[in-house]
């Protein structure tokens, strides 16, 4: 009976060896990239989709007019050349004349202007049509010119044209209503397959004109669980990956097999305060918040030092150091003196919102700035939501505080004309509007000299860390990992997959 | 009128509270499809954006209209399409169920497999160590969270071995049955772990009782060997309290295992909810509960037929 049993078990043994050889053995061609991420793309409309789990995909299938290098240095995409007017009301554009679309039909002036319009029209939806509402016209003069007539001058526009929300489709799926169920771009890669949050397969567009790309395309898996992925990449089933959280991507150099990109971003962790409640209409209140923050703590702790501390400003060329900002260094002598001249030097309660997993460490940030905030007797109570109430509470501006991660960009302009300008769309969020920052923000916007535009918002920077309305932590990295057999990516600031284009697998 | 006629009838009404409760509720959560795939982004909108939105989306109506004409929709075999995935959600659901139907199965197998056999042993070595240490590990089953069961194996089987399932593409069982079980037997592990150590518990009490009723002291003493009296006499009687403890987790398994999907990124239908729910897919949501629900009946339904197969003694639906 005994060697009965060991007979069952060896070839039990034998079968179970046998399932795992079959569930590793990978059918996929060897050329293709294949690569994990966890948060999956939400739709195909490039107008539509501002989330970055959506234009990471939809970057590599769309293209706009010009787009940002790693550098941030605004480059041709379908665009060619482009020259604003002197008086930076009217821009110019030439197009890439060997631009087509996946379906081999030319890119034309009238996609562009075809494309422009969408966003524009109010029943799109378009989120970046805030962007574009300097456009007063659009000309033109010869398929492979477009002239944008602006209504007033307006620089940062460029800048907001190098978004996959302002992506050149077709004009004659706009007409056919197929945008957003059928992916049609000029970009490096064609979607041939996709199954929402499961996967999606591309293969490279031979006719791209940017070049050839070195890859016969990309296999996406979608796995929800980071720490998957890192043993998804350590048994080298996949090639590639995004990694969102940081404590997961310190892990990936101990690895000896793979590579971790971090690339610093421009997105900012920060500690908004609702100026427009109680106490934190207070100046000297939400100075003393600041003054006791010790953001490096914040930073080392939630995000194990993965990131650095910020001012408001993250882009490259507007940044300043940011020890020199009022109060970075912690003042707690200083903070308890403005708390006691506001006649709160027992301190107050607010609740703080954050939501759970987003960024993935907000919970962790809450609960630092807990406890830092508790040295001048601010108790905050941590509220954190499943991440689309949050969103929806955020919006309406019903917090006391919040834990945010909130989206760069490349020019200040765009990046913070929702929030400090009169007219402001998120005004209710930003909670807080002075004349000094509405005009500096104005001056920001029709300057055209680089030099001056810096020191412009230099001065808005300076400006917003003192009247302190919201209290910047950091900025974090984002980060992919790779096999040392994958070579040539690129990461940018933007946190985009575009370098995909220039990698090569050995 | 039957039992089983008036079970059936029953299914109507508990479907339409089902469909009550899950339309109002997904609603109830602030936030909408349109925050869910704007973001932050979506204050940005002007009203007359949002509207266009909420007329693509189908919640620009007042939410009984919304209701009665879903419900209506649902009557004539229509649960509505999906806005994420652009598809009939009835199509998406089947797509799905094949494999949380597997897993469930293969779970359900591995749970009984081990847990019954552990069960019986430790009842008949009552109160001696072997019992005991069965006792602890069943314990210490019951109560590790099975993601914790998950990580764990992934990460032994990836940092010791450099071996792991494919994960994020998934084969069917049809297209090829040994690259399928390659890449659910771990899934089914990590999910029949709990579950065994509950039949172990289970099955180890039922068969305690039984042990000591009349009838087995007397097949006992009538000389009947000793395996007879366990496997033949006493297990069968056993059964109930684990036939019980069986369908309902079964119930529940049909309703996706959330958190195994996850780490395994296995595409089934707790993850189509999860992300349902996240993304707001209002009617992914509706039509996948409903099936849920109906499932759920079902199962019920089965094990209270399958009582009286295993105790003739016992009537359905009589007095009490």
Request: charged residues 20%; proline residues 5%; hydrophobic residues 50%.
């Amino acid at each position: 009976m005994g060697r009965h049993f060991s007979t069952k078990l060896l070839s039990g043994l034998a079968l179970a060896t046998a399932l795992t050889a079959a569930a590793i053995a990978s059918p996929a061609s060897a050329a293709n990239l294949k690569m994990a991420w966890k948060q999956d793309a939400t739709g195909l409309d490039p107008h539509k989709q501002p989330a970055f789990s959506s234009i990471r995909l939809l970057e590599l299938i769309y293209e706009p007019l010009v787009r940002f290098d790693k550098s941030l240095t605004i480059v041709p995409a379908v665009a060619a050349s482009w020259e604003f007017a002197p008086d930076a009301k009217q821009l110019t554009f030439k197009l890439n004349p060997a631009a087509k679309f996946q379906d081999g039909k030319p890119v034309t002036a009238a996609d562009v202007k075809a494309s422009f319009e969408r966003v524009l029209d109010e029943k799109t939806a378009a989120v970046a049509r805030a962007n574009f509402l300097s456009i007063a016209s659009i000309e033109t003069p010869d398929d492979k010119t477009v002239v944008f007539k602006l209504s007033q001058p307006d620089v940062p526009l460029l800048a907001a044209m190098a978004s996959i929300n302002a992506a050149i489709v077709p004009a004659a799926e706009i007409t056919a209503g197929t945008i957003g169920t059928k992916a049609l771009g000029s970009g490096p890669f064609k979607l041939d397959k996709w199954e929402p949050n499961s996967k999606e397969t591309l293969s490279a567009n031979k006719d791209w004109a940017g070049g050839k790309v070195n890859i016969d395309g990309i296999d996406i898996s979608v796995l929800p669980d980071e720490t998957a992925i890192l043993a998804a990449l350590r048994t080298k089933q996949i090639d590639f990956a995004l990694i969102n959280d940081p404590l997961v991507a310190t892990l990936v150099p101990k690895e000896t097999s793979l590579i971790l990109n971090r690339a610093p971003v421009l997105a900012y962790h920060v500690l908004q305060l609702n100026a427009s409640r109680k106490p934190m209409d207070n100046l000297a209140v939400r100075q003393a918040i600041s003054c006791a923050v010790d953001r490096q703590d914040v930073l080392d702790t939630a995000s194990v030092g993965e990131g650095k501390v910020t001012g408001p400003l993250t882009m490259p060329g507007y940044t300043s150091d940011a020890s020199t900002l009022f109060c970075y260094k912690k003042d707690l002598a200083k903070a308890k003196k403005l708390m006691a001249d506001a006649g709160f030097a027992n301190g107050f309660s607010a609740t703080v919102i954050a939501a759970n997993g987003e960024p993935a460490t907000a919970a962790a940030e809450a609960q630092v700035l807990q406890s830092q905030l508790a040295e001048i007797g601010v108790k905050l109570n941590i509220k954190m939501m499943e991440l689309n109430v949050y969103v929806d509470t955020w919006l309406k501006g019903d917090f006391d505080m919040a834990v945010a991660l909130n989206g760069g960009r490349a020019d200040p302009y765009p990046m913070y004309n929702r929030y400090w300008t009169k007219t402001g769309n998120l005004q209710k969020v930003a909670g807080y509007i002075d004349d000094t920052l509405d005009s500096l923000m104005q001056k920001g916007r029709v300057e055209t000299d680089v030099a001056k535009r810096k020191v412009i918002f230099s001065d808005l920077e300076k400006h917003l860390v003192e009247v302190s309305p919201w209290v910047w932590l950091y900025t974090s990295y984002s980060y992919t990992a790779q096999q040392k057999t994958v070579s040539g990516f690129e990461p940018t600031p933007e946190g985009s997959l575009f370098g995909l284009t220039k990698v090569k697998l050995n | 009128m039957s039992y089983l006629a008036r079970r059936l009838l029953t299914f109507p009404l508990v479907m339409l509270g089902v469909s009550i409760l899950v339309f109002f509720a997904i609603r109830m959560i602030p936030g909408d499809a349109i925050t869910a795939m704007l973001g932050t982004e979506a204050g940005l909108l002007t009203p007359a954006q949002r509207e266009s939105l909420a007329a693509y989306f189908g919640i620009d109506q007042p939410i009984l209209i919304q209701y009665w004409k879903w419900l209506i929709g649902v009557f004539q075999g229509n649960l509505g399409i999906s806005v994420i995935h652009g598809k009939p959600v009835l199509s998406i659901i089947l797509e799905r169920f094949p494999l949380t139907l597997q897993l469930a199965l293969m779970s359900m197998v591995v749970a009984l497999a081990v847990g019954l056999p552990a069960g019986v042993f430790a009842a008949t070595r009552n109160e001696k160590a072997s019992d005991l240490i069965v006792r602890v590990l069943a314990m210490i089953g019951q109560s590790t969270p099975n993601f914790v069961v998950g990580l764990l194996i992934i990460y032994a089987l990836s940092a010791g071995f450099g071996i792991l399932p494919t994960m994020g593409e998934f084969t069917p069982f049809l297209t090829d049955p040994l690259r399928n079980l390659g890449q659910m037997i771990l899934p089914a592990i990590t999910l029949g772990f709990a579950f065994a150590a509950s039949v172990t518990r289970i099955s180890r009490s039922a068969m305690l009782d039984v042990l000591s009723d009349d009838y087995v002291r007397t097949a006992r003493s009538k000389g009947v060997p000793k395996r007879s009296v366990i496997w033949r006499h006493a297990l069968p009687n056993a059964l109930i309290p684990v036939v019980t403890l069986s369908g309902v987790e079964f119930g529940y398994l049909l309703g996706g295992a959330v958190l195994v999907e996850q780490i395994y990124a296995l595409p089934g239908l707790g993850r189509l909810v999860l992300e349902a729910i996240l993304q707001r897919d209002y009617a992914l949501v509706q039509g996948c509960v409903l099936f849920i629900a109906f499932n759920f009946l079902v199962v019920n339904l089965l094990v209270d037929l399958l009582y009286v197969t295993l105790d003739p003694r016992i009537r359905l639906g009589e007095g009490g």
